[in-house]
């Protein structure tokens, strides 16, 4: 089972009534449990037996004009005006809860004007209990982060816009 697989079931399970469901194949067991008021919680999820890869974040470019917006205000407002309208996207590999530091008391990964390199860790997603570091695909300068810090993610959203 791969991880889009597993995202698809989170998704199908939190639009239905179902309670928990747990899922066994070669690869490994997957238990996803739903986080509602009236259900008892009588046991702990079990882990899975196997680590899945997370892939690479997706990168596409685009326009600024034609990037999506955030559902909340965007951090660092301040940012300087890209000379260049060619803008890459670096959008969400997968569902979770978007960090941008790698713990409460640590400084934040990436600023705006911040220079990246392939292979640099940009920001954490939380997904399933876990903390996925997500690296860069691109070389360039952060030119807009699109996600507030501690703020949930769709796969595929986009999180910042690089100036290659």
């Not at 326009?63 to 660092?76: F, G, H, L, Q």
């Not at 979770?96 to 705006?112: A, C, H, V």
Request: aromatic residues 4%; negative net charge.
């Amino acid at each position: 089972m791969d991880l889009k697989q597993i995202h698809d079931l989170i998704k199908l399970i939190n639009k239905s009534n179902i309670g928990e469901i747990s899922i066994e194949d070669k690869d490994g067991k997957v238990t996803i449990k739903q986080k509602e008021d009236h259900l008892v919680q009588s046991a702990p999820a079990a882990i899975p037996h196997q680590v899945y890869q997370i892939a690479p974040p997706t990168v596409t470019n685009q326009t600024i004009d034609n990037a999506a917006e955030p559902s909340s205000a965007p951090v660092n407002q301040t940012a300087h005006k890209p000379l260049t309208d060619n803008l890459v996207t670096i959008k969400s590999p997968m569902i979770g809860t978007f960090y941008r530091k790698p713990g409460p008391d640590k400084p934040n990964f990436l600023e705006i004007g911040t220079e990246i390199t392939p292979g640099k860790v940009i920001c954490i997603i939380e997904a399933m209990k876990l903390f996925n570091e997500i690296e860069s695909e691109v070389s360039g300068v952060i030119v807009k982060i699109l996600v507030e810090d501690n703020s949930p993610v769709e796969y595929d959203q986009p999180l910042f816009l690089v100036e290659p």
